[in-house]
């Protein structure tokens, strides 16, 4: 509930109990605004005690609010004081049944309590004073005006909301809440304004005081300073300051007992080691010393404290000696009492001038309301009366909002009262229409009945049929005339217990006992003295024809639905496999539709390009990132493609595409378009890696220009000596012998290289034949050394580390076409004085052959590829070393064959040592041929 707290005040006792408490507490907890204005807000909720609830709950309130006063003459006076206003606002209430809080308070101020007041301080004119009995009755004035505007304010908002006993709830006048907060508003603004300016004065005076101690101090300190060499001149020298200075002072021991001063000793004490008075330091200077405010503890108004209050300047001497000045603060409060007697005075003129105010300024403001509500009184009598309606003007916004919506609502009102005149004799116009409509719905039921396709049987409340449409007559082959009258159960087997206005089916029986399904709709119509029901038959007979049908559709609809969903999950399959052969090709593969938005793209395509999941973005996104990473000059391919994508009809299939990781792409451009309906559905890109393949044709055609230059060579040399010994037949013996032995060697050249060929056309086609058997390899190794010629042999060294002889297994042939190979090499990638050092060394269980070399070695760019069909080192077309690229790749599948493993380490410009490690016979290996 919004306003819970204040229910509680409905209760006069618990009201009173609060309202006294919070009186107590606003008599006790005083607030001092400035010197002598200190509020007390007791009488505040005395007042409001006294408006509730009435003079027998404001009398004992009256006595415990007031108890903070003490019990003592403030108490009696205060207590006596606030009585007299209770009375006089009790007799001003039963004179004035209608009368104001504010003003009869206000009354008795002005007529009573502050007349009061003066005769009561007017005993204590000599002891305060005509300046301080001024500011108290000031105070009093002030205090009686904030209590009661409080009170004003909270009792309007009690009242306003809660019912306090049996009193009802109050309308509050918008007037007079205008009128309090104006006052409010000025008596707070002064306060306010007051506030600041005594805050203001007070620093003002603690300044001047500071710099008074602060000049005076400066030579009064030398001098004291000076006397030291003589204490007797220090007495005299103080006199003399506080005649001319008006200062007293107390010179400090270093034991901090007094030796000096010109106070009374009761003084001296209480300035030098009593704590009597609460000290506030405002200033500490240069040379060490402070400035302190003293202020007695055991006065409770801030004016008493101000009057008491004296200021100290403590200041440190040579020796450990200090110096006290005491200047009193009394000194200046003339012209306090004088600032705030002339302020107060002129804030109480304005809240005169506010009062007087308030209440035209109020009545200005609600004026408009007022008429308002004047010309709004009774609306609905005076359209009635067709009186106009004089509504008042206001210059304010809102006002003239709320006049201009009233000004609606009465438009509204008056054309609504037009509207109901109107339906009113339009009304009697539709009761003379509705009575010719009655006559013709009569003849459309009439209608309804011998057309209507259902049959229609009405009967009375004793079931006894008394209507029957013609085709009731068709459906149960009676004649209108033999069913009227007789009760309706002789046509249909009714169930009493079914739901009025529900269709379900029943059994009806024709005229020739032959029963016959219906569907019944049944409708009870009630009148005021009878009733009678209506009964809407429908015949079943074509219906479960139809139903059986229907039964057959779904029956056929289910079978097909089965097959179209086995159809389903086979076409579901076919698509993942399709999905994962796309997944799984080497190729690349983005699938995008007709908007060009890509639908898929296979991991070969992310791997190929290193690009991120492109689905859902456009292809001209994916190009676009494909373009960075071509080669500078060949993107001119992308501009085709989107012009074949945006319509254009050409595209040449197998467009290169050249990359900056030196792969080499080709792509095929395949559109999808649905053959029946002839309607495209996108695109598929497929990105083909030719690397490998571009690398391989390289080689070829190098191996096609090593291999018809190296058959041209053996054959060009052979052809020549042929044609030599043909011209000269009489050529001797022994050249005739070197051209014959020159032509055999190079025919055996010629038939090891096309050997090579026949061995990789049969290692490839895993038809080599190996035929396996014991082999000596040392005595192997020394038949191929004897096989070069003199100046090679002499460079061929062939250790053996072990004493007997090494036993391998293997193809003697192939074993020997392997180390001529790998010893060829040695010797023809080295310089002619250079050794070759053949190892033979037995392992656990294998025997490796080591052929070193100190040649031109092998760069190491291209040792990953040695091995490789075709490859033949930079450093051997540097060097203009012959070779087809067939030597190495062919001895490392026969070593493999051999269930071996060759190997190598080369450094260039070092040499190059090459390993061959194959496995040691089984002991129960047989010693003749195996396969």
Not at 54 to 68: D, M, S, T, Y
Not at 296 to 321: A, G, K
Not at 624 to 652: A, V, Y
Not at 859 to 868: H, K, L, M, T
């Amino acid at each position: 509930m919004k306003y819970r707290i204040l229910l509680w005040f409905r209760s006069p006792w618990i009201g009173t109990i609060i309202l006294t408490i919070l009186g107590i507490a606003g008599n006790y907890f005083k607030w001092d605004l400035s010197l002598n204005l200190r509020f007390a807000l007791g009488s505040a909720a005395l007042l409001i005690i006294f408006r509730l609830y009435g003079l027998r709950f404001a009398v004992p309130a009256l006595l415990a609010i007031n108890i903070p006063f003490g019990f003592g003459g403030s108490y009696l006076f205060m207590t006596g004081l606030f009585g007299l206003e209770i009375l006089f606002l009790y007799f001003y209430f039963k004179w004035f049944n209608k009368g104001i809080l504010f003003k009869g308070d206000l009354l008795f101020w002005g007529c009573i309590g502050l007349p009061l007041v003066f005769l009561m301080y007017q005993y204590r004119l000599d002891e305060m004073g005509i300046k301080m009995m001024t500011l108290v009755i000031l105070e009093q004035s002030f205090n009686s005006i904030i209590n009661l505007l409080i009170a004003s304010i909270l009792l309007e908002s009690i009242i306003s909301r809660i019912k306090i006993d049996i009193k009802p709830t109050y309308t509050i006048s918008l007037g007079r809440i205008i009128f309090k907060y104006l006052i409010a508003f000025v008596i707070f603004t002064s306060l306010l304004l007051l506030t600041v300016s005594s805050h203001q004065q007070f620093q003002d005076i603690r300044g001047l005081y500071s710099s008074y101690l602060e000049r005076s101090s400066y030579i009064y300190k030398q001098d004291i300073e000076g006397s030291f060499s003589d204490m007797r001149t220090v007495k005299p020298l103080m006199n003399k300051y506080k005649k001319n200075f008006y200062i007293d002072s107390v010179l400090v021991s270093p034991l901090g007992s007094s030796m000096y001063s010109t106070l009374d000793n009761k003084t001296t004490k209480q300035l030098v080691q009593d704590g009597s008075y609460e000290s506030l330091m405002i200033k500490e200077t240069a040379d060490g010393a402070r400035i302190f405010h003293h202020f007695p503890l055991n006065r409770l108004t801030l004016i008493e404290r101000w009057q008491e209050s004296y200021f100290v300047m403590d200041i440190p001497l040579n020796h450990n000696y200090r110096l006290l000045l005491k200047l009193t603060a009394a000194f200046y409060l003339e012209r306090i009492y004088i600032f705030y007697i002339q302020s107060i005075i002129t804030i109480l003129i304005v809240i005169g001038i506010a009062i007087l105010l308030a209440r035209p300024i109020s009545r200005k403001i609600t004026k408009p309301l007022l008429e308002l509500a004047k010309a709004s009184n009774n609306i609905p009598r005076k359209l009635v009366k067709d009186t106009p309606i004089d509504w008042p003007n206001s210059n304010i916004s809102e006002f003239h909002a709320l006049i201009e919506n009233f000004k609606l609502v009465s438009l509204v009102l008056e054309n609504q009262f037009l509207q109901i005149q109107r339906d009113k004799e339009n009304l009697e116009i539709r009761v003379v229409e509705r009575t010719f409509d009655l006559a013709e719905s009569e003849s459309q039921k009439r209608a309804i009945l011998k057309y209507a396709i259902n049959g229609i049987i009405s009967t009375d409340h004793q079931m006894k049929i008394t209507e029957f449409n013609p085709a009731a007559e068709q459906m149960f082959k009676y004649s209108r005339e033999q069913v009227i009258g007789r009760p309706l159960s002789d046509l249909l087997v009714i169930d009493t217990s079914q739901q009025e206005d529900s269709n379900h089916s029943i059994t009806a029986i024709r005229s020739d006992d032959t029963p016959f399904q219906v569907e019944l709709t049944r409708s009870e119509i009630l009148a005021e003295e009878s009733s009678f029901q209506t009964f809407f038959v429908h015949d079943l007979t074509q219906q479960e024809k139809e139903r059986a049908q229907r039964n057959e559709h779904e029956r056929q609809l289910e079978a097909l639905n089965d097959r179209l969903r086995e159809e389903q999950g086979v076409a579901e399959k076919q698509k993942s496999i399709t999905g994962n052969l796309l997944e799984s090709v080497q190729e690349g593969i983005v699938m995008c539709d007709s908007k060009g938005i890509i639908s898929f793209i296979n991991p070969t395509m992310l791997s190929l390009f290193k690009i991120k999941d492109y689905t859902g973005y456009s292809v001209q996104q994916l190009l676009h990132h494909i373009e960075d990473q071509l080669i500078e000059g060949t993107s001119s391919w992308i501009e085709k493609l989107e012009q074949f994508l945006n319509g254009e009809p050409h595209w040449n299939q197998g467009e290169l595409v050249l990359l900056k990781n030196e792969k080499i792409l080709s792509l095929y451009v395949t559109p999808v378009t649905d053959t029946v309906q002839q309607i495209e559905h996108g695109v598929i890109l497929v990105f083909r890696d030719r690397t490998e393949e571009e690398q391989v044709k390289q080689m070829q055609n190098e191996l096609i220009s090593v291999v018809s230059h190296e058959l041209r060579t053996p054959l060009s040399a052979m052809m020549g000596y042929i044609e030599m010994l043909m011209i000269y037949q009489d050529m001797s013996i022994e050249k005739r012998h070197t051209f014959i032995e020159t032509i055999h060697q190079e025919g055996q050249r010629l038939s090891h290289l096309l050997d090579d060929f026949l061995d990789i056309q049969r290692i490839e086609a895993d038809h080599a034949e190996y035929h396996m058997t014991y082999i000596p390899l040392y005595e192997l190794l020394q038949g191929i050394c004897h096989q070069w010629n003199p100046d090679s042999r002499d460079r061929i060294i062939l250790h053996h580390e072990g004493v007997d002889e090494v036993f391998i297994t293997g193809d003697h042939h192939r074993l020997i076409q392997v180390f001529q190979n790998l010893i060829s090499n040695a010797l023809k990638y080295s310089s002619a004085e250079s050794l070759v050092h053949i190892v033979i060394e037995e392992l656990p269980h294998q025997i490796r052959v080591s052929i070193e070399d100190s040649g031109i070695g092998i760069p190491v760019e291209d040792q990953a590829r040695i091995f490789q069909k075709f490859f033949r080192a930079s450093s051997a077309s540097e060097h203009q070393i012959k070779g087809t690229g067939l030597g190495l790749y062919i001895t490392q599948r026969i070593v493999n064959d051999h269930k071996g493993e060759l190997s190598f380490v080369s450094r260039p410009n070092e040499g190059s040592v090459f390993s061959v490690l194959l496995p040691k016979p089984k002991k129960n290996d047989s010693a003749h041929s195996i396969e």
